[in-house]
Nanobody, 117 residues
Framework: VQLVESGGGMVQPGGSLRLSCAAS????????MSWVRQAPGKGPEWVSA???????YYADSVKGRFTISRDNAENTLYLQMNSLKPEDTALYLC????????????WGQGTQVTVSS
């Protein structure tokens, strides 16, 4: 199992970023998938999940600003992040699993998102 995130960077408050997670080594379409973030000095925070049927779930802190999606033909998970805030600064990781299944031990290495003026 391999999960490789990309798309992070530095952006000003109010800006947008689109994260990608390329999955390989398993049948991507058969798994719920999630995004998790970890800010400096804090534990992991679940951000969003999408199940195999396309139902989406969001943490209250990102609801209305972030959109999760998946492309099963390309084995890729996405996170569109709009109206970014400084408190969104974190390492963003994709993980296999979701709300109903829980996360398993397969996580990517993460991509850094920094929101600062």
């Amino acid at each position: 199992v391999q999960l490789v995130e990309s798309g992070g960077g530095m952006v000003q408050p109010g800006g947008s970023l689109r994260l990608s997670c390329a999955a390989s080594g398993f049948t991507f379409s058969s798994y719920d998938m999630s995004w998790v973030r970890q800010a400096p000095g804090k534990g992991p925070e679940w951000v969003s999940a999408i199940d195999t049927g396309g139902t989406r779930y969001y943490a209250d802190s990102v609801k209305g600003r972030f959109t999760i999606s998946r492309d099963n033909a390309e084995n890729t998970l996405y996170l569109q992040m709009n109206s970014l805030k400084p408190e969104d600064t974190a390492l963003y990781l994709c993980a296999r699993g979701g709300v109903a299944t829980g996360l398993d031990n397969n996580w990517g290495q993460g991509t850094q998102v920094t929101v600062s003026s």
